[in-house]
Protein backbone atom coordinates (compact mmCIF):
# COMPACT_ATOMS: atom_id res chain seq x y z
CA UNK A 1 0.00 0.00 0.00
CA UNK A 2 1.27 3.35 -0.87
CA UNK A 3 0.89 6.41 1.74
CA UNK A 4 0.85 9.73 1.12
CA UNK A 5 2.07 11.99 4.10
CA UNK A 6 1.14 15.51 4.05
CA UNK A 7 2.66 18.41 6.36
CA UNK A 8 -0.05 20.71 6.43
CA UNK A 9 0.94 24.41 6.95
CA UNK A 10 -1.06 27.80 6.54
CA UNK A 11 0.44 28.76 3.30
CA UNK A 12 2.27 25.68 2.17
CA UNK A 13 1.73 21.36 1.77
CA UNK A 14 4.47 19.77 1.75
CA UNK A 15 4.01 16.03 0.19
CA UNK A 16 5.78 13.00 0.27
CA UNK A 17 5.05 9.51 -0.26
CA UNK A 18 5.65 5.67 0.75
CA UNK A 19 7.10 3.03 -1.94
CA UNK A 20 4.01 0.26 -2.48
CA UNK A 21 5.99 -1.85 0.06
CA UNK A 22 5.78 0.84 2.56
CA UNK A 23 9.52 0.71 3.74
CA UNK A 24 11.02 3.76 2.17
CA UNK A 25 9.69 7.58 2.48
CA UNK A 26 10.42 9.73 -0.40
CA UNK A 27 9.81 13.75 -0.81
CA UNK A 28 7.94 15.04 -3.78
CA UNK A 29 6.63 18.12 -3.55
CA UNK A 30 5.34 21.55 -1.76
CA UNK A 31 1.88 22.78 -3.01
CA UNK A 32 -0.04 25.94 -1.84
CA UNK A 33 -2.20 24.67 1.08
CA UNK A 34 -5.58 26.34 -1.02
CA UNK A 35 -4.79 23.59 -3.39
CA UNK A 36 -4.58 20.72 -1.24
CA UNK A 37 -7.76 21.71 0.97
CA UNK A 38 -9.35 22.17 -3.00
CA UNK A 39 -8.53 18.97 -3.94
CA UNK A 40 -7.07 21.42 -7.13
CA UNK A 41 -5.64 20.23 -10.32
CA UNK A 42 -2.38 19.64 -8.91
CA UNK A 43 -2.57 17.63 -6.38
CA UNK A 44 -5.17 15.86 -8.14
CA UNK A 45 -2.55 14.47 -10.32
CA UNK A 46 0.03 14.12 -7.35
CA UNK A 47 -3.16 11.54 -5.73
CA UNK A 48 -3.68 10.14 -10.00
CA UNK A 49 0.50 9.39 -10.11
CA UNK A 50 0.90 7.79 -6.97
CA UNK A 51 -2.25 6.36 -5.90
CA UNK A 52 -1.94 6.81 -2.05
CA UNK A 53 -4.25 4.48 -0.08
CA UNK A 54 -4.12 6.73 3.13
CA UNK A 55 -2.76 10.16 3.58
CA UNK A 56 -0.95 10.77 6.70
CA UNK A 57 -1.20 13.79 7.99
CA UNK A 58 1.44 15.54 10.38
CA UNK A 59 -0.18 16.63 13.51
CA UNK A 60 1.86 18.99 15.87
CA UNK A 61 2.43 18.11 19.27
CA UNK A 62 4.28 19.75 22.38
CA UNK A 63 6.99 18.47 23.42
CA UNK A 64 5.06 17.15 26.87
CA UNK A 65 3.36 15.07 24.71
CA UNK A 66 -0.09 16.92 24.36
CA UNK A 67 -1.72 18.55 20.90
CA UNK A 68 -0.43 21.61 20.02
CA UNK A 69 -1.99 24.71 19.48
CA UNK A 70 -2.17 24.44 15.52
CA UNK A 71 -3.70 20.55 16.06
CA UNK A 72 -7.54 21.86 16.12
CA UNK A 73 -6.78 23.38 12.00
CA UNK A 74 -4.86 20.67 11.11
CA UNK A 75 -7.79 18.24 12.38
CA UNK A 76 -10.03 20.31 10.27
CA UNK A 77 -8.18 20.67 6.69
CA UNK A 78 -7.18 16.94 7.39
CA UNK A 79 -11.21 16.01 6.89
CA UNK A 80 -11.61 18.55 4.40
CA UNK A 81 -8.94 16.99 2.17
CA UNK A 82 -10.43 13.13 2.97
CA UNK A 83 -14.09 14.69 2.07
CA UNK A 84 -13.40 16.40 -1.27
CA UNK A 85 -10.61 13.92 -2.03
CA UNK A 86 -11.97 10.43 -0.87
CA UNK A 87 -8.94 9.26 0.45
CA UNK A 88 -9.23 8.34 4.28
CA UNK A 89 -6.29 10.11 6.88
CA UNK A 90 -4.51 9.18 9.66
CA UNK A 91 -2.67 11.36 12.18
CA UNK A 92 1.66 10.84 12.82
CA UNK A 93 3.36 13.22 15.35
CA UNK A 94 5.13 15.50 13.70
CA UNK A 95 7.03 17.28 16.78
CA UNK A 96 9.96 18.44 15.64
CA UNK A 97 10.58 17.02 12.26
CA UNK A 98 10.46 20.75 10.97
CA UNK A 99 13.42 21.66 12.71
CA UNK A 100 15.49 18.47 12.00
CA UNK A 101 14.42 19.14 7.61
CA UNK A 102 16.09 22.23 8.50
CA UNK A 103 18.87 20.71 10.26
CA UNK A 104 19.65 18.18 6.98
CA UNK A 105 19.09 21.40 4.72
CA UNK A 106 21.86 23.06 6.52
CA UNK A 107 24.13 19.74 6.56
CA UNK A 108 24.69 19.99 2.75
CA UNK A 109 25.26 23.78 2.82
CA UNK A 110 21.51 24.81 1.85
CA UNK A 111 20.92 28.99 2.34
CA UNK A 112 18.00 29.57 4.16
CA UNK A 113 16.18 31.36 1.06
CA UNK A 114 17.12 28.47 -0.74
CA UNK A 115 15.48 25.45 2.23
CA UNK A 116 11.94 27.21 2.11
CA UNK A 117 10.41 25.32 -0.37
CA UNK A 118 11.75 22.23 0.79
CA UNK A 119 11.64 22.40 4.18
CA UNK A 120 7.94 20.88 4.41
CA UNK A 121 8.10 17.78 1.87
CA UNK A 122 11.33 17.03 3.96
CA UNK A 123 9.76 17.40 7.06
CA UNK A 124 6.64 15.23 5.19
CA UNK A 125 8.86 12.58 4.33
CA UNK A 126 10.96 12.50 7.55
CA UNK A 127 7.34 11.59 10.19
CA UNK A 128 6.30 9.17 7.17
CA UNK A 129 9.46 7.32 8.02
CA UNK A 130 9.07 7.49 11.22
CA UNK A 131 5.67 6.16 11.15
CA UNK A 132 6.96 3.36 8.45
CA UNK A 133 9.02 2.05 10.89
CA UNK A 134 7.23 2.08 13.89
CA UNK A 135 4.73 0.04 11.88
CA UNK A 136 7.40 -2.71 10.53
CA UNK A 137 8.52 -2.12 14.33
CA UNK A 138 11.79 -1.62 13.44
Given at each position: ?????????????????????????????????????????????????????????GLPYT??????????????????????????????????????????LREKG?????????IDMIA???????????????
Amino acid sequence: MRIMALDIGEVRVGVAVSDPGERVASPVVVLPTAEVLACAKPFQRLLEDWEPELLLCGLPYTLAGTEGPQAARIRTAAAQITSTCGILHEFADERLSSQEAKRSLREKGMAEKAMRGKIDMIAASLFLQAWLDARRGD
